[in-house]
């Protein structure tokens, strides 16, 4: 079993800054793509942005230039850098990660999510 866990949300002020994690854990072989996704009440969940294993990235236009997604293979963790934090930005954050582990193809596994409230 791979476990993704998030950690970071929290309340901000508009204009503020937070940093999100994701570390995944269990019987990893290699982590393909991952990527944050946010959902905001009485909202659909949406992706927010995405990051090959290679490093190639892709975001949702309303965050572009202020979000910025990374990860670090060696330690299986994904980041988003969320700078100029707005309050439409308000939403539960989740990443995935699409995961190969032993004797199964691959699949995709969630996190629990986290937080993010942005308000003076």
């Known amino acids: 079993q791979v476990q993704l866990v998030e950690s970071g949300g929290g309340l901000v002020q508009p204009g503020g800054s937070l940093r999100l994690s994701c570390a995944a854990s269990?019987?990893?072989?290699?982590?393909?793509?991952m990527g944050w996704y946010r959902q905001a009440p009485g909202k659909e969940r949406e992706l927010v942005a995405v990051?090959?294993?290679?490093?190639?990235?892709n975001y949702a236009d309303s965050v572009k230039g202020r979000f910025t997604i990374s990860r670090d293979n060696a330690k299986n963790t994904m980041y988003l850098q969320m700078n100029s934090l707005k309050p439409e930005d308000t939403a539960v954050y989740y990443c995935?990660?699409?995961?190969?582990?032993?004797?199964?193809?691959?699949?995709?596994?969630w996190g629990q999510g986290t937080q993010v409230t942005v308000s003076s």
């Open positions: 995935n990660a699409e995961v190969k582990t032993y004797y199964i193809p691959p699949y995709v596994v």
């Open positions: 269990g019987s990893i072989v290699s982590i393909y793509s």
């Open positions: 990051i090959t294993s290679g490093g190639s990235t």
